[in-house]
T-cell receptor, first 111, second 116 residues
Framework: DQQVKQNSPSLSVQEGRISILNCDYT??????FLWYKKYPAEGPTFLISISSIKDKNEDGRFTVFLNKSAKHLSLHIVPSQPGDSAVYFCAARGGADGLTFGKGTHLIIQP | EAGVAQSPRYKIIEKRQSVAFWCNPI?????LYWYQQILGQGPKLLIQ????????DSQLPKDRFSAERLKGVDSTLKIQPAKLEDSAVYLC??????????????FGPGTRLLVL
């Protein structure tokens, strides 16, 4: 049973436009959410996070929104750049210390 | 600051053979994790150490997988005997204590295992 779901395996966005990556979760015990970015043959790198007590966190071109009632979070990238092309993982922490990851969304930025 | 180191980067073995992976976390990081990432999936936590003690190994298939972190620094993950379904990337991550609300884990490049 997947507790963290990323329903879009891939997303194609034009350079300069906004990229929106979505993530849904089912476990109400999750209290911290993170986005990781992964290039081929590399480990995931931390991008941005949000605590369950907040509904928005912003870091440069990246903004994460959390809707607790809908158990939904999203990552906005504005403007999208070619170097943003990667696989993005949504992850959640709750109770135990380890993270629960979604399956990832492959973002492709087209010139 | 050096990142999380893992070796080997790639390994090909036949089923029923044994294999071991090594991880050196970021200096000073007390918490170390091993994840398994099967193709097309997100990473799945196998085991978590804090210093040299196991915090969570509930998802570790203990009949064939074992892990240790004897001196609270480096860690090894072993599979014996390997099965075809163990083909995956094995990721090591570390995190310092005392980051408060943050759960930022730093990942190594992973070891890609292929079991034939």
């Amino acid at each position: 049973d997947q507790q963290v779901k990323q329903n879009s395996p891939s997303l194609s966005v034009q350079e300069g436009r906004i990229s929106i990556l979505n993530c849904d979760y089912t476990n109400s015990m999750f209290d911290y959410f993170l986005w990781y970015k992964k290039y081929p043959a590399e480990g995931p790198t931390f991008l941005i996070s949000i605590s369950s007590i907040k509904d928005k966190n912003e870091d440069g071109r990246f903004t994460v929104f959390l809707n607790k009632s809908a158990k939904h979070l999203s990552l906005h990238i504005v403007p999208s750049q070619p170097g943003d092309s990667a696989v993005y993982f949504c992850a959640a922490r709750g109770g135990a210390d380890g993270l629960t990851f979604g399956k990832g969304t492959h973002l492709i930025i087209q010139p | 600051e050096a990142g999380v180191a893992q070796s080997p980067r790639y390994k090909i073995i036949e089923k029923r053979q044994s294999v071991a992976f090594w991880c050196n976390p970021i200096s000073g990081h007390a918490t170390l994790y091993w994840y398994q990432q099967i193709l097309g999936q997100g990473p799945k936590l196998l085991i978590q150490f804090q210093n040299n003690g196991v915090v969570d190994d509930s998802q570790l298939p203990k009949d064939r997988f074992s892990a240790e972190r004897l001196k609270g620094v480096d860690s090894t993950l072993k599979i014996q005997p390997a099965k075809l379904e163990d083909s995956a990337v094995y990721l090591c991550a570390s995190r310092p204590l005392g980051e408060g609300d943050q759960e930022t884990q730093y990942f190594g490049p992973g070891t890609r295992l292929l079991v034939l």
